[in-house]
């Protein structure tokens, strides 16, 4: 069976690679990017390219009107557009937590509003938001990329149990790291305060986060994050590339049945097992607060 994507941010990490890896296996793609350009490269009869950035509500209604009046059905959406905003909740400014629920919230949330009318019209979809285990756990100094993940979780959890009775599923993809621009280009940092230098050290092993961003692009080993292990951040990389997150997402949507949560990467799994681990034992320092045998 041959499918129809719809892709954010499909121009370069591991909206591209969904892209490249849909195309290859004979599927169809409507791949937006906020610079259409920077996809000129991938030429395909079977790739549309639209230019879209999900920050712009009413332009992503028109984007997303578009792509189905295109290609008539789309089977798989892929919230992928975002990116990773690190700093202590008094170290960002207004304008930077705003744009990050922009971009990793608002944006799949009015792109998953656009599509769900033509969804029930046509009785079938899958929409994957693509997520992170940070959207299980949290960590310190990425309160807002882990805000947004989680706002993207509760809204798409519920969505799933909305849109089940009219045949449509929806996934959220909880990512471990992988080798894009996410820890390195594309991250952006709040105004560094003194009085977290030894949390950024813990972290990053860098005492500020500018530095950590240049020792990802030369090493290139990834700073620890929301999406990775402090450990990682003073070794090479060894964060799988963004193929293999792909080939999770294509076996993803041929199920017939999809999970709400799928976790995808090498040790992904873990870092989620450990997260949950601690909320119940948080939860287990109550006396009131017992489990089920
Ligand atoms: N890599 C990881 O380890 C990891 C782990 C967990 C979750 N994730 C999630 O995976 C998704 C993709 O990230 P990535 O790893 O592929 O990072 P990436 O290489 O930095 O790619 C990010 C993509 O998002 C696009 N984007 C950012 N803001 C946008 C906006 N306002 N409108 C439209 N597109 C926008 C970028 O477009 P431009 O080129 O125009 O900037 C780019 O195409 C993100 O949601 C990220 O949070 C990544």
């Keep these: 069976m041959t499918r129809t994507w719809f892709i954010t941010g499909a121009n370069r990490g591991l909206g591209r690679a969904f892209t490249t890896a849909a195309l290859a296996q004979g599927d169809r793609v409507v791949a937006t990017a906020r610079d259409p350009k920077t996809m000129d490269d991938l030429q395909h009869e079977r790739l549309t390219v639209l230019p879209l950035d999900v920050r712009d509500r009413a332009t992503v209604i028109d984007t997303v009107n578009a792509a189905f009046d295109k290609v008539g059905t789309i089977d798989v959406l892929v919230n992928?557009?975002?990116?990773?905003?690190?700093?202590?909740?008094?170290?960002?400014?207004?304008?930077?937590?705003?744009?990050?629920?922009?971009?990793?919230?608002?944006?799949a949330l009015w792109v998953s509003q656009a599509a769900v009318?033509?969804?029930?019209?046509?009785?079938?979809?899958?929409?994957v938001q693509i997520?992170?285990?940070?959207?299980?756990?949290?960590?310190?100094?990425?309160?807002?990329?882990?805000?947004?993940?989680?706002?993207?979780?509760?809204?798409?959890?519920?969505?799933?149990?909305?849109?089940?009775p009219f045949?449509?599923?929806?996934?959220?993809?909880?990512?471990?790291?992988?080798d894009t621009d996410w820890a390195k280009s594309s991250m952006k940092f709040g105004t560094e305060l003194p009085a977290y230098t030894a949390q950024r050290e813990a972290l990053f092993g860098m005492p500020d986060y500018w530095g950590s961003l240049v020792q990802a692009d030369s090493t290139p080993a990834e700073p620890a994050g929301a999406d990775s292990t402090a450990a990682d951040s003073a070794a090479e990389s060894t964060e799988p590339g963004p193929e293999v997150a792909a080939a999770a997402i294509l076996e993803l949507v041929a199920m017939s049945n999809p999970p709400v949560r799928k976790v995808v990467g090498p040790g992904a799994h873990q870092m989620v097992t450990m997260a949950l681990d601690a909320r119940r034992l948080d939860y287990q320092t109550d006396p009131e607060f017992t489990w089920p045998a």
Excluded at 85 to 106: C, K, P, S
Excluded at 139 to 152: E, G, Q
């Design 80 to 107: 992928n557009a975002g990116y990773g905003l690190v700093g202590a909740v008094e170290e960002l400014t207004e304008a930077e937590i705003r744009d990050q629920m922009d971009t990793n919230f608002y944006g």
């Design 117 to 127: 009318p033509h969804l029930r019209a046509q009785g079938s979809g899958h929409i």
């Design 131 to 164: 997520s992170t285990v940070g959207a299980v756990g949290s960590l310190p100094l990425f309160s807002l990329y882990n805000a947004s993940k989680w706002a993207l979780e509760g809204f798409s959890a519920s969505l799933a149990d909305e849109l089940r």
């Design 167 to 178: 045949g449509i599923h929806v996934t959220l993809a909880q990512m471990g790291g992988f």
